[in-house]
C-alpha cells in the first residue's frame, strides 16, 4: 500500500507540473495520453490471484479519423500472495519444506486501438483493443532462495472506458477504463504451472 | 512534444516497479529439501552407524569438525538417532556392523562448495575431506559415494547435510558407496551462528517428508 501511495504521489506531482503547460492544447493535437493508476486481478490461476493496486498503465494514440485513433500502450503489474508452510513434492523423489511469497510480475505493450462514441465531447465513451507482447516474471520466494521462470507471450486486452473532460477550455481530464487481458505466456515454478495469463481489471488517471 | 517528455520521464521510471513481496511476512526461516534413490528398499536395512561429529565444509587445509561434546552434535545426532529408533533402525558403535551410515556436514563456507557444483552436479569431487570411504572402513581407501540423483542446489552459507549411505551395498568393483537419502536443510542461522532449534525442527521436518524410511516395508 506504501508504494501505492508513493507511485500516486509521483504521478500527481509530475502531471501537476504538465497540467500547467496542458492547459490550453493537448499534448499533441488530434491525439492523447494516458497515465493511469491500475488495479489488477489475476484469474484462472490460483499461484498469486490476490488482487492489487501495484500497477501502472501508460497510453498515447493518435485519432487517424474522428472516431478512431492508433497508438501505443505499456503497463505493468505485481500481484503477490503468501502461501503457508507445506511440503512441495517437485517430482516423485525430491520434497521440498517452506513457506513462500508468490509473485506475478506481467509487462504487457504493444499497439493500442481505440474507438470513441463521442467526439470531442465533455464525455468520451470509447471501446478499445490492445494488441502486443508480454513479459512475464513468476517467482517464488523463500527466506533463502527465489525460484523464478521468465515468459514472452502474446497479449489481447479488450477495454471499455471514459474519458471525462470537466473543463470546456482544455483537453485535460480524466480518464477510467475496465480490461480484460489475456496473454499466452505459459510458466512454471516449482510445482506450480501458469498456461495463459487471464486478467481483469481497471485503471483512473489522467487524459491529456 | 516537449510538454509530453515529463511523461515519458514518469513511464519509464515505473518501468520496472515490480513491488517485491515482503519477506518479511515468511513465517518460517527454514526450508527443507530432500531426494532419495527410489530404487533403494529402505526396509531391508536394519542397522545403522552415525559418527559422533559434524564435519565442517570450508576451505581449511585439513578437515574439521563439531566434536562429540559440543552442544550442537548432541542435539543434532540425538535428533537423527530418535527418527531412526522410530522407524525401526537400530544403532551400532561399529561401522563394519551397520548397514546404514550417515554422515552430517555443516556448510561454513560456501566457496569451497559452490565452486564444485558448478560444473559437475556431483560436488563432492576434488573436496578431499568429504566423507571419504576409508571412515567407514579402513579397507575403503580411494572410495567415494555415489548418487542415483544429481545434487542441483547450490548450497548457502549455514546449511546442514545429512546423508544416508548404503555401507551394506558399497561396490568394490566400482568402489562406490551408493548414497540414497540426501536431506538438506538452509536459514538455520541466526546472528551468524547455528540455531539449534531451528536445526532440529528441520531434522525432523526432513524425516517427515521422507516416510519411505522405514526398517521394514510397510
Not at chain 1, 96 to 124: C, K, N, T
Not at chain 2, 47 to 61: E, F, G, R
Not at chain 2, 116 to 140: F, K
Amino acid at each position: 500500500m506504501k508504494n501505492t501511495i508513493k507511485a500516486l504521489s509521483i504521478m500527481l506531482l509530475i502531471t501537476s507540473m504538465v497540467i500547467p503547460s496542458t492547459t490550453n492544447a493537448q499534448i499533441l493535437k488530434g491525439g492523447y495520453f494516458n497515465v493511469d493508476w491500475q488495479f489488477n486481478a489475476p484469474v484462472s490461476n490460483d499461484f498469486a490471484n490476490v488482487a492489487s493496486g501495484w500497477g501502472m498503465n501508460f497510453e498515447g494514440g493518435y485519432y487517424i479519423i474522428p472516431q478512431m485513433s492508433l497508438g501505443l500502450y505499456i503497463s505493468y503489474h505485481t500481484n503477490n500472495k503468501y502461501i503457508g508452510e507445506q511440503v512441495l513434492h517437485l517430482n516423485s523423489t525430491e520434497s521440498l519444506y517452506a513457506d513462500q511469497q508468490h509473485s506475478l510480475y506481467q509487462v504487457p505493450f504493444g499497439m493500442a486501438a481505440r474507438w470513441r462514441f463521442i467526439e470531442e465531447g465533455m464525455w468520451e465513451p470509447y471501446i478499445g483493443v490492445k494488441l502486443g507482447a508480454m513479459y512475464a516474471r513468476m517467482e517464488s520466494n523463500t527466506q533463502v532462495y527465489t525460484y523464478y521462470d521468465k515468459t514472452w507471450g502474446f497479449n489481447v486486452q479488450p477495454e471499455l472506458g471514459l474519458t471525462i473532460y470537466p473543463m470546456r477550455m482544455t483537453r485535460t481530464g480524466l480518464h477510467i477504463a475496465i480490461y480484460y487481458n489475456y496473454s499466452t505466456n505459459k510458466s512454471k515454478v516449482l510445482t506450480y504451472n501458469i498456461d495463459g495469463y487471464n486478467n481483469i481489471g481497471f485503471h483512473v488517471g489522467l487524459s491529456f | 512534444m516537449k510538454k509530453a517528455i515529463p511523461i515519458l520521464i514518469m513511464a519509464v521510471t515505473f518501468i520496472a516497479c515490480q513491488k517485491e513481496p515482503d519477506l518479511n511476512e515468511l513465517s518460517s526461516d527454514l526450508i527443507v529439501y530432500t531426494n532419495y534413490d527410489k530404487n533403494r528398499n529402505f526396509g531391508k536395512y536394519s542397522t545403522y552407524a552415525i559418527p559422533d561429529s559434524i564435519l565442517l565444509l570450508d576451505d581449511k587445509a585439513k578437515p574439521t569438525y563439531y566434536s562429540a561434546d559440543d552442544p550442537r552434535t548432541v542435539a543434532i545426532v540425538q535428533a537423527i538417532n530418535s527418527e531412526m529408533k522410530t522407524r525401526g533402525y537400530i544403532r551400532t558403535e561399529s561401522t563394519a556392523d551397520a548397514d546404514l551410515g550417515i554422515q552430517v556436514s555443516y556448510v561454513k563456507d560456501t566457496n569451497t562448495i559452490v565452486s564444485y557444483a558448478t560444473n559437475n552436479p556431483y560436488w563432492w569431487y576434488g573436496y578431499d575431506y568429504y566423507w571419504p570411504g576409508s571412515y567407514w572402513s579402513p579397507y575403503w581407501w580411494g572410495w567415494g559415494p555415489s548418487y542415483a540423483y544429481p545434487i542441483s542446489y547450490t548450497y548457502t552459507i549455514g546449511s546442514l547435510i545429512i546423508e544416508i549411505v548404503a555401507l551394506e551395498d558399497a561396490n568394490a568393483a566400482t568402489k562406490k558407496i551408493p548414497v540414497i537419502w540426501t536431506a538438506y536443510m538452509a536459514g538455520i542461522l541466526s546472528s551468524n551462528q547455528m540455531n539449534l532449534n531451528r536445526t532440529v525442527a528441520g531434522i525432523y521436518q526432513a524425516f517427515e517428508q521422507s516416510p519411505y524410511i522405514l526398517a521394514t516395508v510397510q
